[in-house]
């Protein structure tokens, strides 16, 4: 079994910055992809961003040019530097990862427990 536990979110006057972290644990041969998604009540789960192995990033149009994502391959981590944040940002982030156990396993793909961003004067 993999875990994926989130820590960063708070809340935080629109303009400002926070930083998401995601490590994952467990029972870990690879990890591809890594993403970012994002959620309130009134909107469906939506991709923020996603970064491969490789380092190769995608972003939603919505973010670019303020949120940058990362990882640390050595760690397990993936990261989210959040710039000129938006009250529109507000949401739960979710961290995603593509993962086998084994050499030559089949992916899955695990989701985190979610943190809370609240964007807000």
């Known amino acids: 079994q993999v875990q994926l536990v989130e820590s960063g979110g708070g809340l935080v006057q629109p303009g400002g910055s926070l930083r998401l972290s995601c490590a994952a644990s467990?029972?870990?041969?690879?990890?591809?992809?890594m993403g970012w998604y994002r959620q309130t009540p009134e909107k469906v789960r939506e991709l923020v961003a996603w970064?491969?192995?490789?380092?190769?990033?995608n972003y939603a149009d919505s973010v670019k040019d303020r949120f940058t994502i990362s990882r640390d391959n050595a760690k397990n981590t993936v990261y989210l530097q959040m710039n000129s944040l938006k009250p529109e940002d507000t949401a739960v982030y979710y961290c995603?990862?593509?993962?086998?156990?084994?050499?030559?396993?089949?992916?899955?793909?695990?989701w985190g427990q979610g943190t809370q961003v609240t964007v807000s004067s």
């Open positions: 467990g029972s870990i041969f690879s990890i591809n992809t």
């Open positions: 970064i491969t192995s490789g380092g190769s990033t």
């Open positions: 995603n990862a593509d993962v086998r156990a084994t050499r030559g396993g089949m992916w899955h793909g695990y």
